[in-house]
C-alpha cells in the first residue's frame, strides 16, 4: 500500500501548492493565473509544454528515454465553481463568489506531483501527455480541448482521469467498466396559451394548467417508456408563469435536466418529452416550443483499460481498498467527450468523510459542490504514486506486447 518514496517528502510542498490553487480559484475559460502556476512548474521540471488548447489548457509533454512507444494521456481538471465559500481556514478563496469546492485544485497537484517525478525518472518508453483542462464544470472544456486539436496535436493509445470521491475511505478507489458517471442534459418547454381573466378561465386557454399537466405525464417517461433495467433521472426543477393572482398569463415555462447512462435511453427520453408535452398542450388548447440540450455525454469506462487498472490497483493497494465495480453516480463529467474518442478509464479517488479539513472549515458536510468542502491533502501521494504506477505499467505493457 505505500506510495512512492518522493512524494511523501514533497507532501508539505505539493500542500502549500494545493492550497495556493485553492486561495486563487478561477471559473472556466479563465484560469489564466492556474495556468501560468501550472506552465512555470513543467518548465522547471524541464517538461516541454504546449499551450492554448481549449483557451487556457495546458498539456506537458514527457518522452521517455529508453526509446519510442505507446503514448497514454493523464487528465486533470483545473477550474472552480461560481459558489461562495463557507470556510474561514487560512488558505479559503481570495476571489469573492468563486471556489474550488469539487476538489480540481487537488487533482491539478496530483498530476503536478507525478509529473515531478515521471521528469526525475524517464526510464520508459514512449510518451506521456499531462492533460491540465479547463472548464469542466458545464462548459465543456474537454470538448473545446478536442476541437482545437487535443488527439490530432498529441495522438494517444488512452487516456484516463479521476475524482477525489467524499464519503468513500480516503484513499480508497473505485471504478467499473462501461458508464461510471451519467450523461447531462436539460430541457425547456415554453407553453403558449391564451391569456385570460382569472374569474373567467373559459375566455383564455390556460398554459399553467398545461404546465402541471405537463409535468405529472413527464413522469411516466421513466416508469413507463424506458426499459425498467436501465437507470435514468427526469427532474423537473423550475415552472415560472404568471405575474398577478386573477390573470391567467399567456405564457408557462417549465425547465428540467435528464440524467442516463446510455445513449439510447437518452434518445427514447427526449423524443417522449417531445411528444408527450406537445400532446397533452394540443389537448388542452396551447401550444409548445420545445428546447433539449444535451450537455455531456455518459462517461463510459472502455473494458481493456479498466481491467488493466483494477489489476494495478488491487496488485498495489489491496483488494481491500479497491472497490470493483463501483457504483455508478448520476453526475456528469465532461471528460467523457475523451472517451468517445480515445480508449481509457475514469475511477474515483476515497476523499474521506472531513475529518481531513482544518479549524475554520464550514459547518456543511464535506461533500462536492459544497461550501465546506476542502479536499483531502493527504491523498496528494496516493493519487501521485497512481499516476506514476499507470503510466510507467501501461507503457510498459504495451512495449511487451509489441517486442
Known amino acids: 500500500m505505500t506510495t512512492l518514496p518522493p512524494f511523501t517528502t514533497w507532501q508539505d510542498e505539493f500542500t502549500a501548492i494545493r492550497r495556493d490553487l485553492h486561495q486563487f480559484p478561477e471559473l472556466g475559460y479563465t484560469e489564466y493565473r492556474t495556468a ?4 512555470y512548474y513543467l518548465e ?3 517538461i516541454p509544454l504546449h499551450r492554448g488548447l481549449g483557451g487556457t489548457g495546458v498539456v506537458g509533454i514527457l518522452k521517455g528515454d529508453t526509446g519510442p512507444g505507446a503514448a497514454i494521456g493523464l487528465r486533470a481538471d483545473i477550474d472552480a465553481l461560481p459558489m461562495p465559500e463557507q470556510n474561514t481556514f487560512d488558505h479559503k478563496s481570495q476571489h469573492e463568489g468563486i471556489m474550488h469546492a469539487c476538489g480540481h485544485d487537488g487533482h491539478t497537484t496530483m498530476l503536478l506531483a507525478a509529473a515531478r517525478y515521471l521528469s526525475q525518472h524517464r526510464n520508459f518508453n514512449g510518451t506521456i501527455y499531462f492533460i491540465f483542462q479547463p472548464a469542466e464544470e458545464g462548459l465543456g472544456g474537454a470538448k473545446k480541448m478536442i476541437d482545437d ?6 495522438p494517444m493509445d488512452a487516456v484516463f482521469g479521476l475524482h477525489n470521491w467524499p464519503g468513500m475511505p480516503a484513499g480508497q478507489f473505485g471504478l467499473r467498466t462501461g458508464a461510471i458517471m451519467a450523461s447531462s442534459s436539460t430541457f425547456s418547454l415554453t ?3 391564451k391569456g385570460a381573466h382569472g374569474a373567467m378561465p373559459n375566455l383564455g ?6 404546465a402541471v399537466s405537463i409535468a405529472q405525464g413527464l413522469q411516466t417517461i421513466i416508469s413507463r417508456n424506458l426499459d425498467p433495467l436501465e437507470q435514468a433521472v427526469l427532474s423537473i426543477t423550475q415552472i415560472h408563469a404568471g405575474s398577478a393572482d386573477n390573470v391567467i398569463p399567456d405564457q408557462a415555462e417549465l425547465r428540467g435536466t435528464v440524467r442516463t447512462f446510455s445513449n439510447e435511453a437518452l434518445d427514447l427520453i427526449e423524443k417522449r418529452i417531445g411528444e408527450l408535452s406537445s400532446q397533452t398542450a394540443q389537448a388542452l388548447g396551447c401550444s409548445v416550443q420545445y428546447e433539449f440540450d444535451r ?4 462517461t463510459i469506462n472502455h473494458l481493456e483499460p479498466t481491467q488493466f487498472c483494477a489489476q494495478l490497483l488491487q496488485d498495489w493497494r489491496g483488494s481491500e481498498n479497491v472497490i470493483y465495480p463501483v457504483q455508478p453516480s448520476m453526475g456528469a463529467e465532461d471528460f467523457s467527450f475523451m472517451l468517445e474518442q480515445v480508449p481509457g478509464c475514469y475511477l474515483f479517488l476515497g476523499n474521506g468523510d472531513g475529518d481531513h479539513r482544518a479549524q475554520g472549515h464550514g459547518l456543511g458536510p464535506c461533500t462536492l459542490h459544497n461550501g465546506s468542502y476542502d479536499f483531502n491533502d493527504q491523498l496528494i501521494p496516493i493519487g501521485a504514486t497512481y499516476w506514476v504506477k499507470l503510466a510507467t505499467s501501461w507503457l510498459q505493457a504495451k512495449h511487451d506486447a509489441t517486442n
Do not use: M, N, S, T
Open 36 to 39: 501560468d502556476k501550472i506552465a
Open 44 to 46: 522547471q521540471w524541464q
Open 191 to 193: 407553453i403558449q396559451g
Open 205 to 210: 386557454a390556460d398554459p399553467v394548467i398545461a
Open 149 to 154: 486539436g487535443l488527439f490530432r496535436l498529441f
Open 295 to 298: 450537455r455531456y455525454p455518459p
